[in-house]
């Protein structure tokens, strides 16, 4: 069974520019996860789609980061515009589920200068 | 309210000793208690959980202790070995599964050989 897929693996961006993460999920998993990991911390869950609608988005900064799963499948975050802050591991995380074990991608690198 | 402890940031153990992980949480409507291991580039995995009904629960080398009324849980490492090298992540949530889950900052383990 194929794992999730995340690309790019790693991105280098100056700030005030903006980028986009993608991610395609397990196949069959109707739960979709985006996480911020910064550095020596664990991962914040930025957003929770379930199916094409969003569950959570309590703690994603909309003034900034958007995010959209169309057609219930494939996934993008958008951060537009970056900030130095903004540096860290994007990871996506997708479940059967909301109540089934989450499996993670191998995330997204962005440094941001 | 929704954080969880985790100590101590790093570790280091000798092959073939125990490593013990301790994580602290002050939210009483957490109900799961996951253990995420991360080895460097690769994103979490789930390793072993556990619910507050229980004390206790080992899967191979690897337990979880939980005392519920200190709201304390904690991972142990039997037989250490170089290949549990990683960073581990405790976790939270309210009702199990992979839904609102609270990362504890993560304690990067190495084994020496």
């Known amino acids: 069974e194929a794992g999730v897929a995340q690309s790019p693996r790693y991105k280098i961006i100056e700030k005030r520019q903006s980028v986009a993460f993608w991610c395609n999920p397990i196949?069959?998993?109707?739960?979709l996860y985006w996480y911020q990991q910064i550095l020596g911390q664990g991962p914040k869950l930025l957003i929770q789609?379930?199916?094409?609608?969003?569950?959570?988005d309590s703690q994603l900064p909309k003034d900034r980061f958007s995010a959209e799963r169309l057609k219930g499948v494939d996934s993008t975050l958008k951060i537009q515009p970056a900030k130095l802050e903004d540096s860290a591991v994007y990871l996506c995380?997708?479940?059967?589920?909301?109540?089934?074990?989450?499996?993670f991608g191998q995330g997204t690198r962005l440094t941001v200068v | 309210q929704q954080q969880v402890k985790q100590s101590p940031q790093s570790l280091i153990v000798q092959k073939g000793g125990i490593s013990i992980i301790n994580c602290a949480y002050e939210?009483?409507?957490?109900?799961?208690f996951p253990w995420y291991q991360q080895f460097p580039g690769k994103g979490p995995a789930l390793l072993i959980a556990?619910?507050?009904?229980?004390s206790e629960k080992k899967e191979g080398r690897f337990t979880i202790s939980f005392n519920k009324s200190a709201k304390q849980f904690s991972l142990h490492i039997m037989d250490s070995q170089p290949g549990d090298s990683a960073t581990y992540f405790c976790?939270?949530?309210?009702?199990?599964?992979?839904?609102?889950?609270?990362f504890g900052k993560g304690t990067k383990l190495t084994v020496n050989p």
């Open positions: 995380a997708s479940s059967l589920t909301g109540r089934t074990e989450a499996f």
């Open positions: 976790a939270a949530n309210p009702q199990g599964g992979s839904e609102k889950l609270v």
């Open positions: 939210n009483t409507a957490f109900d799961y």
């Open positions: 789609f379930q199916n094409n609608g969003v569950v959570d």
């Open positions: 556990i619910r507050p009904d229980v």
């Open positions: 196949s069959g998993h109707a739960t």
